[in-house]
């Protein structure tokens, strides 16, 4: 297991700096060792992920604005290429995509052959991971690709991945990783962490190593060993972020919060606003949930079953012959918080949840599941100020009641029990 | 029919807890009996005077129904209480009650348990409590079979 | 490359989760195995029990109350529980039809094709030395109750899943105390598995069956499956239930012998909610902390009973 502290991840070698001419050397050399570099680029007012020729088309001078239920790009002061945050999309649209083949199965000659789907899976390298969303891929690796899902076709796209991680120096209006513990600083799990120190005479980029993948790589780029006075810029320029955050989650122990809220007043008032759209869990980086859709052709000899993203917005996620168990937006809206917040540490042993705001600024209404957390905690600390104003009261009147009756006679009788 | 000693009344589930003063006065009322299978205890519309303590046996609470046999509402048997007709007006059965097996029962005076509960409001309690509780049972057995949970989903007004 | 990608901690694998070393996932996993009708009965109006016989490969061996999603051609693929033992590579499966999946696999007739994957989820314990050649795929097996008096409570369908519970345990009578099974039925035309009744009661088994609604010539009990518990001898103390049957008549069933004494941790349930991949991972099945495809079908009412009291979950 890798260490979490500071520094503690981080390659023996190193840390080194980058020039930002060098950026493009290193996409360079990650198309020479056959990955297809995906990255952040601007298309049509947004900064979205997409297979990037160059590294001219990162989003060079671009930031966006967040907001719930709002974003915008704007032009920023200066050239960084990482002064961004979260943008629409996350990288499971290519770990998980939304739509894909499962298998398909012939039924000619009275044999039944079911051949899986064997899309080969390009080796790609990630460019611009964001540490929330380093986190949300390890998120989806234990759910996806681990134990018994060890050969499934998550697991064969993610085996071929190269990480270059950007550590975040800015966080956007909407971002809480430092509550959920997954930033700003890249946790395990890249191949090289970036961190971007941009000025008006100078661009540059700290490079950590994560693997020896990462160390190969790095040895084709020109790098420089980044002295003291550089490390401790970048380190303390990331370290600010943290106290940075737009927003924060309560401090509570969230799983035990949602065990303790199922029969809370405020499912009722998120539900008012709740459009059951279901946008935050397709923007979600964790969100997994999918159901499949069966197809035959018109011999009827061929047919093929695919997996789409589903979320438990939608009435039939839980339909059962004679109807859906979850039928009110009360329920879907507190399953959905209670998973990912709660339950999912029961079911695959961490938080469901990155603290990239994805779900707060892609929602139409600007439902903030930190406010709406706040409350279910201010209304779970409530019931319990009044149940222990009860409990006060019944032990003061059992006490007044025992003085009342501690005579001797009384003991004697045996009335104590 | 036979006059029945308070001990073994008061093994009967039906009267279990109850005080043993208590269980006597009921014995004073109470015969034991044992029916064939085929034995018919009362008919739908018959004049309602009685109660059993269901010992051992089956017992069919039914409705005739014209040109069919007869339905059967729900069956009785071991620890069971039978028949409730006996305590108000129009003191007529509403069912009629058939014995599915040879049966061995309490069989009890309505008439005269009340007089006993009336003079002696300790025993009526204990007894209201009883029957109460049976009352209970069956109408939330009743209230699940409405459900008609084993249909298939949409099959009936069930699910 | 990051293919040795660590666990960060925090994200640490819980418990049980973790596959042990040396189990290799096994055929009829993720992508169907090749099945053929062997056989078809009908059990009663609306319901069949399918014998498959396996194509090229047989999917991996399965414990009483383990389930499988079946596969009709180009339709679609439902779970459907094991409801018999088969000497060989057979599978035994009963499926109500109340869709268009199940309304197809209960029309399949024999030398059809259909898919099969599984076996899935947790079983009911008894006899769970099966399989033991190899090592056990992960999930929580529930303790065989060896020594215990079994009690069985079956409503309408819900006998399909606890049949190979009941077939384990009387080839193996001697095994366990009193083996009671109390069945609930809709009316006397709808008790599944009616023709065996009696080679049970021959087995050993003292077996009650009760209706909702009796049919002319029915001279058996009538009321609900509730009433027959308290009709048998049940020591609380020695006593292990399994229950399956509607929802409300677990809850109501498992109330009633948790009344009697019997210990949440002695009561077994069989639960249902959606499934669509049946191996936790498209996140349907979802009871609150569980996920029913992997940490059930089968959990004992401690367990089940805080979830279930929580509506719409």
Known sequence: MTETQPGGTRHADGPFLMDVTALSQLLGALEAAGYQVIGPTVSDDAIILSELGSAAQLPFGWGVELAPGGYRIRQRSDTAAFGHSAGPQSWKQYLHPPREKMWSVDRSGGEFDVVPADEPAPRRAFVGVRPCDLSAIGIQDQVLGRGEHAGSRYAARRAGVFIVAVNCTEPGATCFCTSMGTGPEAGPGYDLALTELVSDTDHKFLVDIGSPAGADMLAQVPVTPAGDGTTGLARSAVAQAADQMGRSMPADALHGLMAGSYDAARWDDVAQRCLTCGNCTMACPTCFCTTVEDVSDLSGEHAERWQLWDSCFSLSFSYLPGGSIRSSDHSRYRQWLTHKLGTWHDQFGSSGCVGCGRCIVWCPVGIDLTEEVAALQAEARQAEAQQAEAQQAEAQQAEAQQAGSRTPGARAGGEQQ | MSPVPAAELAAHPFLRGMPDGQVAQLAEVATAAYVPVGHRFFEEGGHARRFWLIRDGHVALDLSVPGQPSLIVETLGAGDMMGVSWLSPPHEWQYGAKALEDTRTFELDGAAVIARCDADPALGYQFFVRLMTVATRRLHSSRIRMLDLYAAPGQTGGR | ?313
């Open chain 3, 1 to 313: 490359m990051t293919s040795g990608y660590a666990v960060p901690a925090g994200y640490a694998v819980p418990a049980g989760y973790a596959v042990p070393a040396g189990y290799a996932v096994p055929a009829g996993y993720a992508v169907p195995a090749g099945y053929v009708v062997e056989s078809s009965r009908a059990e009663t109006r609306d319901t069949v029990t399918l014998v498959l016989r396996p194509g090229r490969q047989p999917i991996a061996a399965h414990r009483p109350g383990q389930f499988t999603m079946l596969y009709a051609f180009g339709i679609g693929e439902v779970p459907i529980s094991i409801s018999g033992i088969a000497a060989g590579p057979e599978l035994v499966q009963t499926i109500r039809a109340v869709g268009a999946v199940t309304r197809a696999l209960c029309a399949a007739e024999p030398g059809q094709h259909v898919g099969v994957r599984g076996p899935f989820g947790t079983d009911w314990g008894v006899g769970v030395t099966a399989g033991s050649a190899g090592v056990e795929p992960p999930g929580t097996a529930l303790s065989d109750p060896a020594g215990k008096d079994l009690l069985i409570v079956a409503g309408g369908i819900g006998l399909a899943p606890l049949r190979p519970a009941l077939l384990t345990a009387l080839a193996a009578r001697e095994r366990y105390g009193r083996i009671t099974v109390l069945v609930g039925s809709r009316s006397p035309a709808e008790i599944a598995f009616t023709a065996e009744l009696d080679s049970w009661r021959e087995a050993g088994a003292d077996v009650r069956v009760t209706v909702d609604r009796a049919e002319a010539g029915w001279r058996g009990n009538v009321g609900v499956v509730t009433q027959l518990i308290g009709k048998v001898d049940i020591d609380p103390a020695a006593t292990v239930a399994f229950i399956c049957g509607p929802e409300v008549m677990m809850r109501l069933t498992a109330r009633a012998l948790s009344a009697l004494g019997i210990a949440e941790t002695d009561i077994r349930v069989s639960l249902e909610r959606n499934m669509r991949c049946g191996i936790a991972e498209c996140g349907h099945c979802q009871l609150g902390t569980v996920l029913l495809c992997r940490d059930g079908p089968v959990l004992d009412y401690a367990r089940a009973r805080p979830l279930l009291a929580i509506r719409e979950l």
